[in-house]
């Protein structure tokens, strides 16, 4: 394969989809603390929204490989397939296009943003990359996926100086229980796949209808946790709801009708930039009301 094409398939196998959703945190987080426009934001923002991602789908997708190979949503926005050729060399370009961003983050940062930006990272490779490879631990596979997402939300409020209350540990937690409701209702449309290949994820293991109705509890957890937030945060729990909408009608699924929740996960790739327009809104509501 040429370097055009393997590049193409890297990208493919990035989601580009989904950069924004650990770009946005990382730099909303940082710029409401920060205040300002800097390098630091520049760098990691662009950290998180490409190699942070190549590294975590990359990594999936050759660990992944024997489901991805039974899962017919493979090969696109869901992610690539990649041949075997192309997975040393895709392991071999996620380290490589994360350690100079991660050289600059360190040297930028004190101790403690060192010790979150090494979870974050941790979770990217552990989910997938034995032997830890918690995608394989129900529960756990959902607890490292919503790190994934949320953590660059912290470390983006620890690199920045940000000073800790418990509303503002209430949004982590609700942001926390979004991307674990998130995984879990992601893994249901793979159950037929996983249980093929011999993974054990939290919807293999519980049964669809099972892990469709956790994630709905987790949503609905995590709309009630922002209603203890300061204002104009409770507001943002109305983003909740059209998950709540999308999920539901899932909750009977079949473990052999497992395809059909796919239809929802599209809707859902959709509803996050909805989510994040409401948010945004909410962030300069809240910008106003405290400079």
């Known amino acids: 394969m040429t370097a055009t094409g393997f590049i193409r398939q890297l990208i493919v196998s990035s989601r580009p989809v989904s950069w924004i959703n650990t770009a946005y945190p990382f730099a909303a987080a940082y710029l409401v603390t920060a205040r300002e ?25 050759v660990f992944d490989y024997e489901s991805d190979l039974r899962n017919p949503r493979k090969g696109g926005a869901h992610g690539a397939i990649l041949d075997r050729s192309l997975h040393r060399p895709t392991l071999w370009a996620a380290a490589l296009s ?14 403690a943003s060192w010790v979150v930006l090494a979870v974050s990272m941790l979770a ?29 939300a912290v470390y983006g409020l620890v690199l920045a100086g940000a000073a800790w209350s418990w509303q503002l540990a209430a949004v982590i937690v609700a942001f926390a229980l979004w991307g674990v409701a998130s995984h879990a ?11 093929e290949a011999g993974i054990a994820s939290i919807a293999t293991v519980r ?46 699924l079949a473990d052999a009708e497992c ?15 909805f989510a994040g327009f409401v948010v945004t809104l909410l962030l300069i509501w809240w910008w106003a009301l405290t400079s």
Not at 39 to 59: D, E, K, Q, R, S
Not at 125 to 131: E, F, G, L, R
Not at 132 to 143: I, Q, V
Not at 185 to 195: C, L, N, P
């Open 124 to 152: 990217v490779v552990a989910y997938s990359a034995p032997p830890l490879r918690t995608k394989e631990r129900p529960f756990a596979d959902s607890l490292t996926s919503s790190t994934h997402f949320f953590s660059p």
């Open 207 to 252: 049964g669809a209808a099972w892990t469709v109705r956790f994630a709905i509890a987790a949503y609905a957890a995590s709309g009630l946790v922002m209603l203890a937030t300061s204002w104009p945060g409770p507001l943002a729990a109305i983003v909740a709801v059209p998950y709540l909408v999308t999920v539901w009608p899932y909750r009977s």
């Open 259 to 273: 395809g059909a929740a796919t239809r929802g996960w599209d809707r859902f790739l959709w509803l996050n930039q």
């Open 98 to 111: 994360c350690v100079p961003f991660l050289i600059f983050l360190v040297t930028v940062g004190a101790p």
């Open 185 to 195: 209702f992601g893994a249901v449309q793979d159950v037929v796949a996983d249980r």
């Open 37 to 61: 426009i800097d390098l630091t934001l520049i760098v990691g923002t662009l950290f998180f929204l490409v190699p942070y991602n190549v590294a975590m789908y990359g990594i999936n997708d």
